[in-house]
């Protein structure tokens, strides 16, 4: 039910990296918790395993994000969300987290399918004296259309990305450097948006200097090679080179700002008999003949400022906010700004409610030529869920997420209402 925003950034390599840590530093926390409480639900000498299976009922007044016309229907979600860890010596940990589960439409079952998690991820740790080196695969598959800002009109937007690769840091005391290389597939779930399945090559490397025990600033640098399986949206690379921080002014108080600077080239591989109806409006979006999709080369400024504080055990709250330019959807490039605010604190003992609150304001079609779709939107809403203990194993949770979206497009508007109820079972 939480939407899917995430840590944005300008470039692919860099969002992708960030992505990757914060799922990672998510495992770690969760794994350090899960051991200090003793929990797990199968245990043999060092390997720990936990299972915590969910049953979730989902109402969604808006499945196909359409102005007018609206379908509704209940969703079924089983899931199973597994964690496990073995450390193979002091120097070298194994861990894993996978979450899998269905979504069964009751009415519309052309729509059912299953999923992964986001934040799915195989990691294996290797120390070897000042070197950090982490090998790891990370996946997904879903198809929640309701998460993308820059799309309206269906429910089967989503599909399997898989992103495999390694990192090494290099830690010097005061400096610490950073290599990383991953190789990402992206592979839609429905033929409708077949012309986006692609692969990437992405290089990433930082170096950061300490100058304080809790300030560590430095430069990063990454590229980004993408190829798409059809001729449809063109091929492109970027580079991006910036600075960034890591400040913690307090123990509980974190925070990260990132700026520079990005360009997008692209070869102009799309082919104007292949492509098809980017504009779900009915009325394909037609290159003139004999002429490609023509998008010009782009370069940008990207900035990112993200902050968690937790003020007390009570309260805690965090925003992102930025400027960036990523790969479009019905478009080769989209530029937005961000602003994701949250807000989590427990009003009575055992009673927890988190707020969020999401607004993003997009250009797709930056930079077209001919033949791309061109569009401003706006996509805002909020998100609330409210969860509490039913008995020492079983935990209620009431979720609800008011999505809406404004466009110059008048029949790429629209409104829905998601309401959920799960119970999350764990065993000790």
């Not at 997904?140 to 989503?158: F, I």
């Not at 898989?162 to 592979?187: C, F, I, K, P, R």
């Amino acid at each position: 039910m939480l939407l899917a925003a995430g840590l944005a950034c300008a470039q692919d390599a860099l969002r992708y990296s960030l992505a990757g840590d914060a799922a990672a530093e998510a495992q770690r926390q969760q794994q350090a918790s899960q051991q200090a409480s003793g929990l797990y639900t199968y245990k043999a000498g060092d390997f720990r395993l936990l299972a915590v299976p969910s049953l979730e009922l989902d109402y969604n007044d808006n499945i196909t994000l359409v102005k007018t016309g609206t379908q509704s229907d209940f969703i079924l979600k089983p899931l199973l969300q597994v964690t496990g860890s073995y450390p193979i010596s002091q120097q070298n940990l194994l861990s894993f987290t996978v979450g899998v589960g269905y979504d069964e439409y009751l009415e519309h079952s052309q729509y059912s399918a299953f999923r992964v998690d986001s934040d799915s991820l195989l990691s294996f740790d290797m120390r070897i004296k000042d070197f950090l080196i982490n090998f790891h695969d990370r996946i997904s598959y879903s198809q929640d259309s309701g998460t993308e800002a820059a799309l309206a009109g269906t429910a089967v937007y989503g599909g399997l990305v898989n992103g495999a690769g390694l990192s090494t840091t290099w830690d010097l005391e005061d400096v610490t450097l950073t290599l990383g290389y991953d190789h990402q597939n992206t592979v839609s779930s429905s033929g409708e948006f077949s012309y986006l399945n692609y692969s990437s090559e992405l290089p990433l490397a930082r170096a950061g200097f300490r100058f304080r025990p809790d300030l560590t600033a430095g430069v990063e640098g990454s590229a980004s090679f993408t190829t798409y399986d059809q001729e449809v949206l063109n091929d492109n690379q970027s580079y991006s080179a910036g600075l960034y921080a890591d400040w913690n002014p307090g123990l509980y108080f974190h925070v990260q700002p990132r700026a520079g600077y990005t360009i997008y080239q692209f070869q102009h591989t799309s082919q104007s008999a292949q492509i098809y109806d980017l504009s779900l409006s009915g009325a394909p979006i037609l290159a003139p003949p004999g002429e490609s999709i023509q998008t010009a080369d782009l370069d940008s400024w990207y900035a990112d400022l993200t902050v968690s504080h937790e003020i007390s055990k009570a309260a805690s709250y965090g925003f992102s906010a930025g400027h960036e330019i990523r790969l479009g959807i019905q478009s080769d490039v989209i530029e937005d700004w961000y602003f994701r605010p949250n807000i989590t604190w427990t009003i009575f003992k055992d009673l927890g409610l988190n707020t969020s609150l999401f607004y993003e304001h997009g250009n797709e079609g930056v930079g077209n030529v001919t033949g791309n779709l061109t569009e401003t939107y706006d996509w805002y809403g909020g998100a609330l869920m409210v969860s509490y203990p039913l008995m020492k194993k079983l935990k209620l949770s009431l979720n609800y997420r008011l999505t809406l979206r404004s466009s110059d497009i008048p029949s790429m508007e629209y409104t829905q209402n998601l309401v959920g109820l799960r119970l999350t079972y764990q065993a000790q």
